[in-house]
């Protein structure tokens, strides 16, 4: 019913810019949470950014902050991941997830388990 299709990734050297996109269908997002999470080799899944769709708050986990940028498509319903200064330990599978009625729970958005519908990911491998 709600499908979640990542795409964008893919392999880049260190210091590039990747930018990864999030298509949202089935759903409206108007009192949603739009969140990015990414899971490397042995390590658990980790929060990367989050956008609120109706307040348009965006929180960053810091070791992503300054460098990637979240923003919004209202009239596609898409949600984008702007990567810049990549570095070898932001390789990872890169998710995005849809948290329903989530769009007001601000830093709580950082937990995975509050979202309810997930992407198959995207692959994004940055070589030194």
């Known amino acids: 019913q709600v499908h979640v299709v990542e795409s964008g990734g893919g392999s880049v050297q260190a210091g590039k810019s990747l930018s990864l996109s999030c298509a949202i269908s089935g759903h409206d997002l108007s009192s949603d949470g739009v969140g990015w999470f990414r899971q490397a080799p042995g390590k658990d899944r980790e929060f990367v950014a989050s956008?609120?769709?109706?307040?348009?708050?965006?929180y960053y986990a810091n070791s992503v902050k300054g460098r990637f940028t979240i923003s919004r498509d209202n009239d596609n319903f898409k949600v984008n991941l702007l990567m810049n200064n990549l570095e070898p330990e932001d390789t990872a599978v890169y998710y995005c997830?849809?948290?329903?009625?989530?769009?007001?729970?601000?830093?709580?958005?950082?937990?995975?388990?509050?979202?309810?519908?997930w992407g198959q990911g995207t692959q994004v491998t940055v070589s030194s």
């Open positions: 997830a849809v948290d329903y009625l989530g769009a007001g729970r601000g830093r709580d958005s950082r937990f995975a388990s509050q979202y309810d519908y």
């Open positions: 956008i609120s769709w109706k307040y348009g708050s965006t």
